[in-house]
């Protein structure tokens, strides 16, 4: 049974992009804590995801070794990066959660899932990503 999940392309997608958010996650909060800047922080921990992503991603998941989708890549996270600037804030102003580990956690999964959406359509092309 677990062969066979393995070679199902979302639950692959599923794995590695819980190892991701993870390392990400990871990454951000000791950048935060060292750094004491949450916007520097969140773009330092982001460009260490993207290079460690792309790798995960393109090989585990979408089979890709093509590194010339780096670029269309890197683009997604740029779109990724403002989105949870502006959430991780927008928690703050609209709902007073102002602790940022917290918030950036409660951000992680929609993010995460955005990202899916973004580089199944615009970075890797993927078809039949769900099988029916």
């Known amino acids: 049974m677990i062969k066979s999940l393995l070679k199902n392309k979302f639950f692959r997608f599923l794995l590695v992009g819980g190892l991701n958010t993870v390392f990400g996650y990871l990454v951000f909060s000791a950048v935060l804590y ?31 070794e093509d590194k010339s989708r780096v670029f269309r890549f890197i683009l997604v996270y740029v779109l990724v990066i403002g989105t949870q600037m502006v959430s991780i804030k927008g928690l ?3 709902f007073q959660i102002n602790n940022t580990y917290l918030a950036a956690g409660i951000v992680t999964l929609p993010i995460a ?19 029916a």
């Open 34 to 64: 060292f750094v004491k800047n949450l916007y520097a922080s969140i773009v330092i921990a982001n460009i260490i995801a993207v290079m460690f992503n792309f790798k995960t991603y393109g090989k585990l998941v979408f089979q890709s």
């Open 92 to 94: 703050g102003y609209f």
């Open 113 to 131: 899932l955005m990202s899916f959406v973004l580089m199944r359509k615009f970075v890797f092309h993927t078809t039949n990503v769900i099988p």
